[in-house]
């Protein structure tokens, strides 16, 4: 389950096309909420970042990556949920999976599998059935009744997902590296400053979402705001990466191999962090938003009225240099 997370967390980061209305009917969405009406049936629904609400029937599993999930229909596969509270009034046919976050069982509902939860409380209900047994303070990732063939292919998908980073990592190292520079930069003398800022890009774009919605104009432009802001924390999560491995490469004395090497270390360092229990996901949000908000004050800097003008670097061997000397 920490690799389809995963990957669901990439394709939030490197997705370009995006609605912010909920989605209907067979889905396996980016950011949003997904329903499934009363009355509707659908094969299998997922989204990255949201909420999700069956009334209706869902044939296979239910997923999300973070957000809260209310059962009232059946579902025929697994519930899985990142990082969100599940609640369920309703059958199951297989297991229910929750990494960080409450579960609910109500009197409709009917469990066949098994409940695992990493963290958070059970609440169930005298009238709830569970056909298989409940695990408390269970690492959704490879679980003990995992196949072979499963775990397989839960490392195959963590390898791609970690090729993707390397080389999305690689190629802006390569093809940009004065505002990767600029922004890692700004990420050394001011982390704190840059994780608020990156935090609250999160706000801000989703208030400008809503004064953009409430225009007829406005909801052309949310085709061009959502891509670009999802855009800007892959460039984030890339700038944490290069960090990382910045500091890996120059303790071992080999940044005479280039940017591309510290990006590459770095990126694999981000995709390994993910996989920690209970954390990895988190630590991998707060890397792209400390990485986003350093780019806005790298930035500011670049902007500010009557100010020097800020030097640059061939390299961050450079710019450790010449912090050195000063």
């Known amino acids: 389950m920490r690799t389809t997370a995963g990957l669901f967390l990439c394709g939030l980061l490197l997705a370009s096309l995006l609605s912010p209305r909920p989605a209907y009917g067979l889905e396996k969405k980016v950011m949003g909420d997904v329903v499934v009406e009363e009355g509707e049936t659908v094969e299998e629904i997922s989204t990255a970042w949201g909420n999700v609400f069956v009334k209706g029937k869902v044939e296979r599993d239910v997923k999300s990556g973070f957000g809260d999930i209310e059962i009232d229909g059946p579902v025929g596969g697994d519930v899985e949920a990142g990082s969100g509270n599940v609640r369920i009034n309703a059958p199951v046919g297989g297991d229910v999976e929750v990494g960080h976050g409450d579960v609910d069982l109500q009197p409709g509902a009917q469990v066949a599998g098994n409940i695992s939860r990493g963290s958070g409380s059970l609440h169930r209900d005298s009238e709830a059935a569970v056909s298989g047994v409940e695990r408390a303070g269970m690492s959704p990732g490879f679980d003990d009744d995992d196949s072979p063939l499963e775990v397989f292919s839960d490392v195959i ?108 270390v770095g990126a694999v360092l981000v995709s390994v962090a993910f996989q920690i229990p209970f954390l990895g996901g988190i630590v991998f949000v707060a890397l792209a938003l400390l990485g986003t908000g350093a780019a806005f004050l790298a930035l500011l800097s670049r902007r500010r009225p009557g100010g020097a003008p800020q030097a640059t670097y061939a390299s961050y061997e450079d710019y450790l240099r010449d912090r050195r000397e000063r």
């Open 157 to 264: 998908g963590w390898a791609v997902m970690t090729l993707g980073l390397v080389a999305a990592a690689v190629l802006l190292a390569v093809a940009a590296p004065r505002p990767l520079r600029a922004a890692t930069r700004s990420l050394e003398a001011a982390p704190g400053r840059s994780f608020v800022l990156g935090l609250g890009s999160v706000p801000a774009a989703v208030v400008v979402s809503v004064l953009l919605a409430i225009t007829g104009v406005g909801v052309l432009l949310l085709l061009l705001l959502w891509p670009a802001y999802l855009a800007l924390l892959l460039f984030g999560v890339l700038v944490a990466a290069y960090f990382l491995g910045r500091k890996v490469v120059l303790a071992t004395g080999r940044y005479r191999a280039g940017d591309a090497l510290a990006a590459a």
